[in-house]
């Protein structure tokens, strides 16, 4: 039996310039966390006592004899990927919900592939790791999805993540005073907006539009080395930050038409008016988690203003993609 917590991210800068179809060309830049809430996958070989080969419990329960019978895109394309034909079952369990913006879907790829290559008796890389996610989600399930939700699930930690050129992915960890990066955690909220999306479909209407939004892609990727050097400049105060945020945000609902709508910006007025600084609806937009920057002594205020929504605390994590319990077994 395998066990694997793979943690959720949020993204705050640099989101959109992910995509391959921009950074092959131009290079990306993105500033995210992962939090501490996950994905969990226990993975196991399956006995031979059943009359199925395959049993995958997610929220839905599949029993099926062949790999190509999986409805699953990502657990199919991970057991092909992996060339995993043993009978084995996977059971499926999470923190937060799906296509809510924090990267499940990816994190889901990341923790399966990190479960299977257990189970096998394999150790790989956090970077390995995440470039077999990043292949499985574009190139197999030709998912609309960017490449910074599998890097950072399996790194774990709050990171400045660089994308293209012969390394493919560079991860440098955020060094902090860490006074400043408590007091960051300190400023920021996260509510559930209690709405869910695609964001393939999001994604995928953004990425047609890339080309015509060099202008804008360029600014949010530069806003990355921006954010940096707030944070590790103690002289600068906190709240520069939020401004930044505020700015992203705006530039990033324009890329196209989907990323935002009345209800989102309603939400997103309210918490600015209630005293927040700046924010962010996290992953592709339309729905989800919206994130606030906000002072300890305005949060109250906002919490009461949005007390239609759901209020979610959370911290920063720097794990990443573990495997948390292994007990082999034997199959006879």
Known sequence: ???SRTPFRISFFGGGTDYPVWY?????SVLSTTIDKYCYISARHLPPFFDYKY???YTTREEVNDISQIQHPSVKESLNYVNFNSPMEMVHTSDLPARTGIGSSSAFTVGFLNSLYALQGKMVSKKQLALDAIYVEQNLIKENVGSQDHTASAFGGFNRIDFGGAEKISVKPIIMN???LESLQDHLMLFFTGFSRSASEIAGEQIKKTPDKYNELMQMKSMVDKAVDILVNDSVPMEEFGKLLDQSWKLKRGLTHLISNDQIDSIYERGLKAGAIGGKLCGAGAGGFILFFAKPENQLKIKEELKDLLYVP???????SQIIFHNPQKIS
Not at 24 to 28: L, P, R, S, T, V
Not at 314 to 320: D, H, P
């Open 178 to 180: 860490p006074q400043r």
């Open 55 to 57: 049993r995958i419990r």
């Open 24 to 28: 092959e060309k131009h290079g990306g």
């Open 314 to 320: 959370f911290r920063f994590e720097n794990q990443g």
């Open 1 to 3: 039996m395998i066990i």
